[in-house]
């Protein structure tokens, strides 16, 4: 019974030892992060003197100031919406129970109806392509938050 314990060991002694004979020393590494370093710096300075680099960085932050344009125009276009959920909201609770005459409740229904269809299913900023498509979409809904003014007006 103590010859297998010996014998283990034995073998795990021997692969301790290999292992720290042919482990690298630290000096290995750090030269080949040296080696890395040198190689990004020479990399960087290449791009940088490349006839090229100049104009992918000048579209690179034409297209940064583009995405950032973007999302301005998308974070107005989502205040535009929650605005027209609140109005179409709080009509509807105004609307609720109500009768009014047939011509009126048409209208009435139709701009709601119109309202809450789009409300539905709205858009995300990945759908756009241009900032001139999210100004047209702004445009869309504030015409039905005056849609919805009129229907207030004629409730009053």
Request: net charge neutral; glycine share 2%; no cysteine.
């Amino acid at each position: 019974m103590k010859i297998p314990l010996i014998a283990a060991s034995l073998l795990l002694l021997v692969l301790m030892l290999s292992y720290f004979v042919l482990a690298p020393t630290s000096d290995v590494n750090t030269e080949s992060v040296n080696k890395m370093k040198v190689e990004e710096i020479t990399d960087n300075e290449i791009m940088l003197n490349s006839p090229h680099s100049t104009e992918e960085l000048d579209q690179e932050t034409v297209n940064e100031n583009r995405r950032k344009e973007m999302q301005r125009a998308y974070a107005d276009l989502e205040m535009t919406r929650k605005q027209l959920k609140s109005r179409a909201n709080l009509l509807k609770g105004k609307i609720w129970g109500r009768e009014l005459p047939k011509e009126q409740a048409a209208f009435v229904s139709h701009n709601m109806r119109k309202a809450f269809a789009y409300l539905k299913n709205p858009a995300m900023l990945g759908a756009y392509f241009e900032l001139e498509e999210i100004r047209v979409e702004e445009k869309r809904v504030s015409a039905i938050l005056n849609n919805l003014d009129k229907v207030e007006a004629l409730l009053k």
